[in-house]
């Protein structure tokens, strides 16, 4: 399971579908290509065709003027995701991005994040039944830290 801030104002925001339709979408289905959990071969594809992998964000909108997410935002929305969180029981969740690593260590492990999400970038971390990665947001990340998200992923996976 990949969890992001908010669907991207140019993306996912337009299109409905989680990280599609902009570079924050392209960058993370160049991911999910290279680690075997998509079947596309054009990470710019409008409805991918993925394996084994569910895409979602932290709040299901993106917040007027492309702004961060408020408390109250995430609050409102936190039950969807722990919804999803249930249905999909993955084994492996990674939080791109500040807004999600925080979401994330405090649903599944109970604590408030505790660095920054670049000192934290392609950190793992046991929470329970499920292994998390902590990793910069794709729209923020540079070509090294989209690498390092890449062989992180590919070591938890196992591929």
Known sequence: MLVGEAPGYLGADRTGVPFTGDRSGRRV??????????????????????????????????????????????ANCAPYLAAELAAVRPQVVAALGSFAARWAFQRLRGEELPAGIRALHGQVWPAGAVTLVTLVHPARASRGQMALATAALRTLLGN
């Open 29 to 74: 289905q160049t991911l999910l290509m290279a680690l075997g959990l998509s079947e596309e071969k054009d990470p710019a594809a409008a409805l991918p065709r993925l394996r084994g992998v569910y895409l979602t964000n932290v709040v299901r909108c993106n917040p007027p003027g492309n702004r961060n997410p408020t408390p109250a935002e995430v």
